[in-house]
């Protein structure tokens, strides 16, 4: 079994800056891959970014390229979001997500694992 808890989101205004955290224990061979997710009020959930644990190689989705990274602290077991030049629909709630369920490590598909998200709001 693998938990994850989120961490890190506020309340900014735009053009602020944010990181959140995501926690993992129980880590099992399936959790490789790592990525964050998001999703706003009555809309879609969005992939956002992923991270192969070893290796550390990052995707992203295009609405957040050149703003966000992702990066991971193995020894913690510890994944980031470092989000930069937040804009107002950067707000939703964001949630991590691990040992996707086959193929490469993609900010997409599905994941067995997770977390119960933390908040992002972006004010104008």
């Known amino acids: 079994q693998v938990t994850l808890v989120e961490s890190g989101g506020d309340s900014v205004q735009a053009g602020g800056s944010l990181r959140l955290s995501c926690a993992a224990s129980?880590?099992?061979?399936?959790?490789?891959?790592m990525a964050w997710f998001r999703q706003a009020p009555g809309k879609e959930r969005e992939g956002v970014a992923s991270?192969?644990?070893?290796?550390?190689?990052?995707y992203y989705a295009d609405s957040v390229k050149g703003r966000f990274t992702i990066s991971q602290d193995n020894a913690k077991n510890t994944v980031y979001l470092q989000m930069n030049s937040l804009k107002p629909e950067d707000t939703a709630m964001y949630y991590c997500a691990t040992d996707r369920d086959g193929g490469p490590c993609r900010p997409n598909g599905q994941f067995n694992y997770w977390g119960q998200g933390t908040q992002v709001t972006v004010s104008s």
């Open positions: 991270i192969y644990r070893y290796g550390g190689i990052a």
């Open positions: 129980g880590y099992s061979y399936g959790t490789n891959c």
